[in-house]
């Protein structure tokens, strides 16, 4: 088993111990997998580009593939292909996945598909929205009464004077509705005398890097009660390729505003003799932690933001081959990026040190992990690159990964070899 980039596996049939070519034919695997995933843009154009497949390459090299097509007559000739290596010697015949099963093309059942598709990427896109507010409360108190609402559980309101509580409903997750502007809407029901809520989260600034309620709820009538929740997950990121966007009043908000919720709080790992300490969005430090008394020596700046500016870029970071020192996540989403400069000048190379710090949505987001260093390397002498894992920007669709796809099979079968046949080893 193999694992190829944006989360494509293969599963190898080698040669017997002994078989002819067997050096060659095993570099071939490698050579027939980037030809055949070549192949599969065509496969997967029709796909939301939040969904993405598993492939699973069966590479038979001891099965003859047919001599004859008539195996291959009743397919379109767009699902097998025919793959040659070592000028032609080596040949492998591909059977793609788009319709495997030899059914002819269908128009609607393709736009079935399409459209299922296209709603499981939108309750995918949902979910990460809201996924670090899950299981969390907020409160807001108003005429001598008490607010609580448990984004994803329940609404309940009471009054300590009197012990007054009641119910302002429980959470419907059927009716959860994302909006066209990037927002959300959720209904709570059956609360006390049927009491309900309506819970609409609109693209703004979360006040003091937390979710903020609006001041101006109020009740319409007795049994219905409206809510507005802000922050900048409910956006529309559609200015400067996913860099800006534009709150309920039309103003502009940077894609920074999204880490607005780490302000202020830090975060340590500790590899070896080394802890690192970062502190959103001032700096990095390294240091050593002597003794009961907890004191850093030495201790080291790794690079930190100039006063008042939190600058970030977005970029796509590219894979490296070993899978240990892999940076760009399987699905190929983007990575928020903020540089760190002017840290403590290093010995060897005179210079300050630096730091890339990389902000990602982590790859088990559903699970709501909390906000960690998930990575630190020094990538050249007193250069260094942290990975960050936060789903403060799950909410934001190119953070966001896409959502795997069962696996689908590629049948490649080896043709016989010329040389081989003719002579007679």
């Not at 069966?58 to 047919?66: T, V």
């Not at 940076?327 to 630096?354: F, I």
């Amino acid at each position: 088993m193999c694992v190829l980039p944006a989360s494509r596996g293969c599963v190898c049939r080698a040669p017997r111990p002994g078989a002819h070519g067997r050096r060659g034919r095993m570099r071939a695997p490698a050579l027939v997998l980037q030809a055949v995933l070549a192949q599969l843009a065509a496969v997967d154009g029709h796909f939301v580009t939040s969904l993405h497949a598993n492939y699973v390459v069966n590479l038979d090299f001891e099965q003859a593939a047919p001599s004859s097509q008539a195996e291959d007559d009743d397919r379109p000739s767009n699902d097998v292909k025919v793959m040659a290596f070592a000028g032609g010697k080596q040949k492998f015949r591909c059977t793609l996945p788009s319709r495997a099963n030899g059914t002819p093309p269908n128009r609607a059942t393709g736009d079935l598909k399409k459209e299922d598709d296209v709603a499981k990427s939108r309750e995918h896109f949902l979910k990460a929205k809201l996924v670090t507010w899950s299981g969390t409360c907020w409160k807001l108190e108003k005429d001598k009464w008490v607010y609580e609402l448990c984004f994803n559980r329940k609404i309940v309101g009471y009054r300590s004077a009197d012990d007054t509580r009641i119910s302002l409903g429980q959470h419907s997750p059927d009716r959860d509705e994302l909006l066209p502007g990037g927002g959300v809407r959720q209904m709570y029901v059956g609360g006390t005398d049927n009491r309900t809520s309506e819970v609409t989260f609109v693209c703004g600034m979360a006040k003091a890097g937390a979710l903020s309620m609006d001041e101006d709820f109020q009740s319409p009538s007795a049994g219905h009660f409206l809510w507005t929740v802000t922050g900048p997950q409910f956006c529309k990121w559609r200015e400067n390729d996913g860099a800006q966007a534009r709150d309920h009043n039309g103003d502009p908000l940077q894609v920074s505003t999204m880490l607005e919720g780490l302000r202020g709080q830090c975060f340590n790992v500790t590899q070896g003799w080394w802890t690192y300490e970062y502190c959103y969005p001032t700096g990095l430090t390294q240091f050593h932690v002597h003794g009961n008394n907890r004191k850093r020596e030495p201790e080291y700046s790794l690079g930190s933001s100039k006063p008042g500016e939190v600058n970030m870029t977005m970029v796509t970071l590219k894979p490296s081959i070993s899978p240990r020192e892999r940076r760009a996540p399987p699905s190929r989403h983007r990575t928020l990026k903020q540089r760190l400069v002017n840290g403590t000048v290093c010995d060897e190379t005179k210079r300050p040190r630096a730091t890339s710090m990389m902000f990602q949505c982590p790859p088990n987001w559903q699970a709501n992990p909390a906000t960690h260093i998930a990575s630190i390397n020094e990538g050249a002498l007193c250069e260094y690159e942290v990975m960050i894992h936060t789903t403060l920007l799950c909410g934001h669709e190119k953070f966001l990964p896409t959502l795997p796809k069962g696996k689908e099979t590629i049948q490649c079968v080896a043709e016989p070899q010329k040389d081989a046949e003719g002579s007679g080893s």
